[in-house]
């Protein structure tokens, strides 16, 4: 198993920037592909980006050229890096984890975090 804890969010204004961390605790945090998730007041949690334990990445459109997924192996975590941020990015957003092949489909995570708070003022 592991436990996912998510850190950075905060309150930016549109077209800056922040990172997002996920540190992962327990075992082989290699083995597991992980993902970002949000979800805007309102509205159904959405994938964001995903990085898989081969490193291959995957973006939903609206944030493709302005949001990069990594991870670092080393360190058990994953980060978001937000550039260009705008208003309707505001959401909490969340990481997972899977061992099992994964897709954007929000089933394919069996770990979540609690989330962090992103809001993007005009």
């Known amino acids: 198993q592991v436990q996912l804890v998510e850190s950075g969010g905060g309150l930016v204004q549109a077209g800056g920037s922040l990172r997002l961390s996920c540190a992962a605790s327990?075992?082989?945090?290699?083995?597991?592909?992980m993902a970002w998730f949000r979800q805007a007041p309102g509205k159904e949690r959405e994938f964001v980006a995903r990085?898989?334990?081969?490193?291959?990445?995957d973006y939903v459109d609206s944030v493709q050229g302005r949001f990069t997924i990594s991870r670092d192996n080393s360190k058990n975590t994953v980060y978001l890096q937000m550039n260009s941020l705008k208003p309707e990015d505001t959401a909490i957003y969340s990481c997972?984890?899977?061992?099992?092949?994964?897709?954007?489909?929000?089933?394919?995570?069996?770990?979540w975090g609690q989330g962090t708070q992103v809001t993007v003022s005009s």
């Open positions: 997972a984890a899977s061992t099992r092949w994964t897709t954007r489909w929000i089933r394919d995570y069996d770990y």
């Open positions: 990085i898989s334990r081969s490193g291959s990445t």
């Open positions: 327990g075992d082989s945090f290699s083995a597991y592909d």
